[in-house]
């Protein structure tokens, strides 16, 4: 190939690389332009203060259900919760699913 060639071809990949990542910057900077929705307490809060959770079986046993029930008290931005009457942070992974 000629030296002429090469340079062409070599400046043409170069055009086409710089025209992909353009494209890519675009394409990304309209997705971030759309409304962002805060973590856990909009959409898909699990827990809400007031409101009644059952620790699993598996974490006491033993007892009976109305013995591991507790109030929330707090929600963190975490999704973490704070309970009325026992001390900590708890995660969703330790209560039963909601029926």
């Known amino acids: 190939?000629?030296?002429r060639t090469k340079?062409?071809?070599g400046g043409l990949a170069l055009a086409v690389g710089a025209l992909g990542t353009a494209g890519?910057?675009?394409i990304k900077r309209g997705k971030?332009?759309?409304p962002k929705i805060q973590s856990r307490q909009v959409?898909?809060?699990w827990a809400r203060p007031g409101m009644t959770v059952t620790f699993r079986a598996e974490l006491m046993p033993g007892r009976d259900a109305s013995e591991r029930s507790?109030?929330?008290?707090?929600?963190?931005?975490s999704g973490r919760v704070t309970l009325e009457g026992k001390a900590g942070e708890h995660?969703?992974?330790e209560f039963e699913r909601l029926r």
């Open 1 to 3: 190939m000629k030296r």
């Open 7 to 9: 340079r062409w071809l």
């Open 24 to 26: 890519a910057v675009l």
């Open 32 to 34: 971030s332009r759309k």
């Open 43 to 45: 959409a898909g809060t």
């Open 70 to 77: 507790f109030r929330v008290v707090d929600i963190m931005p």
């Open 91 to 93: 995660a969703e992974t």
